[in-house]
């Protein structure tokens, strides 16, 4: 059998650059002495969640943080995990860099958990498990209220020039559904006037930014603020998503429809009830998911082309970012479905005083059918609230609690 810890330094170096993050650092320098001697340590090992990018100043009116989602593992196999616990469980963090505090979020959305369970471990040794990082996003955060209202970011991507964390591109789309470009270089912000229609995502995908309007035409977005066109739109839903699936740009397409509440309308209510009605509509009326349709792209055609299947892998549709997953890595005994946001769910939970994450649903891409997260146990399980094997001895509050490695 090889001896591992004699490989040559310059190759340890080389493999450690090409870890993607600075978790898969800290867990390769763990291996052995001999591998923890021949890597540098992350520059801020207690900031290796949140990143190269804790705090980025973009202006005097922004800074900038990021946020990872993680699948952390069991550390014990499957048959040795309890049959009636999860052996996989999906969280979002984010690390305060001024104090090093952490935040636990829901994954798909940007809502904070306010407390942990009282046996939630304090600190949390990710060295005790398998972890995965699945996605990332980043937040503007506003540092001033000054002639920023116009500028309404409703997801970011970010871009690093040669590894260098002063050097970076930020794109997001503009309240007017135009793309909006920060160059660190230049430090101020340009609007991108390409926009037959407004757009609904975008992606940093191969080291390019990707952008998709609400069409479903998809362009690339250059440094020199140009953009090119890779494929044609998709009509038929009501909002687009861009994700990264092993490897593979998808088009997710999300078809929503519009219905009233039960016992809402009646032909006899007469005009008293109509102009009551216009007045709350919003009690009235739920947008809902009802399908979505999946199209893999051809570059050479520049179209989107159906795919019917997804194989062994289920998608991620958070507020701010896109992520997928195998059922390997998630320990579930089916794919080929769709997890994501549904306000829907959530306004039918809060009547019904369902659990926090009634905000989420799941579409089963093969039979069609669709419906809240806790109608899938085998997907309901990765979320909230922890598996009994993330316990230990100790309470924390949630801002408070540090991880270790």
């Given at each position: 059998?090889?001896?591992?810890?004699?490989?040559?330094?310059?190759?340890l170096e080389l493999i450690s650059k090409r870890l993607g993050t600075q978790y898969d650092v800290i867990r390769f320098?763990?291996?052995c002495s001999t591998w923890r001697s021949a890597v540098t340590a992350p520059n801020r090992c207690r900031n290796r969640f949140a990143p190269r990018f804790p705090l980025l100043p973009i202006s005097s009116q922004f800074s900038l943080s990021k946020r990872s989602v993680f699948l952390l593992g069991s550390p014990t196999t499957s048959t040795q995990t309890n049959a009636s616990s999860p052996s996989s469980w999906v969280i979002k963090i984010e690390e305060d860099p001024m104090n090093g505090r952490v935040q636990l979020l829901n994954p798909l959305s940007r809502s904070r958990f306010d407390s942990l369970p009282?046996?939630?471990?304090?600190?949390?040794?990710?060295?005790?498990?398998?972890?995965?990082?699945?996605?990332?996003e980043?937040?503007?955060?506003?540092?001033?209220?000054?002639?920023?209202?116009?500028?309404?970011?409703?997801?970011?991507?970010l871009s690093c020039l040669d590894d260098n964390v002063n050097d970076f591109i930020i794109l997001t789309i503009h309240v007017s559904g135009k793309l909006a470009m920060f160059k660190s270089s230049v430090k101020k912000w340009a609007i991108i006037q390409d926009?037959?229609?407004?757009?609904?995502?975008?992606?940093?995908?191969k080291?390019?930014?990707?952008?998709?309007?609400?069409?479903?035409?998809?362009?690339?977005?250059?440094?020199d603020f140009e953009t090119n066109l890779i494929a044609m739109p998709v009509f038929g839903g009501d909002k687009k998503f861009l994700v990264d699936s092993k490897g593979e740009l998808l088009l997710v397409d999300m078809y929503l429809s519009i219905e009233s509440e039960p016992g809402s309308s009646s032909a006899s209510a007469g005009f008293g009830f109509v102009e009551e009605y216009f007045e709350n509509l919003a009690l009235y009326m739920n947008e809902r998911t009802i399908k979505f349709k999946v199209f893999k792209l051809d570059d050479v055609g520049k179209q989107w082309v159906e795919a019917k299947d997804l194989d062994d892998r289920v998608l991620f549709l958070g507020d701010g970012c896109t992520f997928s997953a195998s059922i390997e890595d998630l320990s579930v005994?089916?794919?080929n479905c769709i997890i994501y946001v549904d306000n829907f769910f959530y306004s039918l939970g809060e009547e019904d005083g369902a659990s926090e994450h009634c905000d989420v649903g799941v579409f089963d891409l093969e039979s069609g059918s669709i419906g809240p997260l806790t109608?899938?146990?085998?997907?309901?399980?990765?979320?909230?609230?922890?598996?009994?094997?993330?316990?230990?001895?100790?309470?924390?509050?949630?801002?408070?609690?540090?991880?270790?490695?």
């Open positions: 059998m090889a001896d591992w810890t004699q490989l040559p330094k310059e190759l320098r763990s291996v009282d046996n939630f471990p304090k600190p949390l040794n990710l060295l005790d498990f398998r972890v995965l990082e699945l996605g990332e980043y937040v503007l955060h506003y540092l001033t209220h000054h002639s920023v209202g116009n500028l309404y970011m409703e997801k970011v991507v926009m037959p229609s407004p757009f609904d995502d975008v992606i940093l995908y080291g390019n930014f990707y952008a998709v309007d609400n069409t479903g035409r998809t362009v690339v977005v250059g440094l005994c089916r794919g109608k899938f146990p085998q997907f309901s399980e990765l979320f909230w609230p922890p598996p009994h094997w993330i316990s230990s001895t100790t309470a924390s509050d949630v801002s408070i609690f540090v991880l270790q490695c």
